[in-house]
């Protein structure tokens, strides 16, 4: 059974957290993981990093860790500063994550979100080029970190540079490492892939993560995603990573301006019991 968890912005307004009171909450809720902002973790302090890893370690959850990178550090920039200081802020994100174990750090780690093609511009190829040569640098952080990166492939309201699992693949055989993985989301997937289940199939053995939730962002079970399709997939090649899941209800702050979130969608809802509800869902669709 592949170990489970839940983003911890669905229960914030903003990106920067205090993550303690989340793992009490998903421990005491049934999750094996909570996922948390990298970005947060490389600004820690060690000792805060220790103390938050053995907070982790004493109620049994793991931390996996995202995040969409800013674009002061978008690896595929044609400013050579800007891609220079992508790969040491992704090396310092991996040393974090290495002084607590290693890791996956998932998300839009080869440029920068939310971002769109510069206007007059219509091929994308430049900017992939650059993006491989920048993470076959920083890659390097991870290979001594023990860290994971996992490139997520989002939807093109998002992100231009990698919508399909295609793409994904072109770009992990080209950074040629073993620390670079696959991240599809059931959301940008059911935007973007003509099958679900095809696109997990095809990625096969360099998926290194997978993010679940509904196509209107709610949280599994309250929507159309195929999830039969899915657990399929994810049996027919074996995958024996982390799924986590990433529903956003609530409007407001960072996170609803961010993600998009423009009605309350959890209205009536308890969001504690929602994910509860969920994480049983998923529990037996993967069974």
Not at 3 to 31: E, Q, S
Not at 195 to 207: R, S, T, V
Not at 231 to 246: C, D, F, H, K, P
């Amino acid at each position: 059974m592949n170990k489970i968890g839940i983003y911890y912005a669905y229960w914030t307004h903003d990106w920067d957290a205090d993550f303690h009171p989340f793992i009490d909450k998903v421990a005491a809720l049934g999750f094996d993981i909570l996922e948390v902002n990298a970005g947060t973790i490389a600004h820690m302090t060690s000792e805060e990093r220790q103390s938050l890893k053995a907070h982790a370690d004493d109620r049994n959850i793991i931390l996996s860790h995202c995040i969409g990178l800013p674009h002061e550090y978008d690896i595929a920039s044609e400013d050579k500063a800007v891609w220079e200081n992508g790969i040491a802020y992704l090396g310092k994100i991996a040393e974090a994550i290495g002084e607590m174990g290693g890791g996956n750090l998932s998300g839009i780690i080869y440029s920068s979100w939310p971002a769109t093609m510069p206007e007059g511009e219509t091929d994308k190829r430049p900017y992939v080029e650059r993006s491989v040569a920048s993470m076959k640098k920083a890659i390097k952080a991870a290979e001594d970190n023990n860290v994971i990166f996992n490139m997520e492939v989002v939807n093109r309201f998002e992100q231009f540079l990698m919508n399909t699992c295609d793409e994904a693949i072109a770009y992990v055989e080209a950074v040629d490492s073993p620390n670079a993985k696959i991240l599809l989301d059931t959301f940008h997937m059911n935007i973007e892939e003509n099958f679900i289940g095809e696109a997990i199939h095809k990625a096969g053995d360099k998926l290194g993560h997978l993010h679940i939730g509904e196509n209107n962002r709610m949280p599994p079970g309250y929507g159309h995603i195929p999830w039969t399709e899915v657990s399929a997939a994810l049996r027919r090649i074996n995958y024996q990573g982390y799924v986590v899941m990433e529903p956003f209800l609530m409007p407001g702050g960072e996170v609803g301006r961010d993600i998009k979130v423009f009605r309350d969608m959890s209205v009536d809802l308890e969001l504690d019991d929602e994910a509860r509800k969920a994480l049983l869902f998923i529990r037996g669709v993967l069974k």
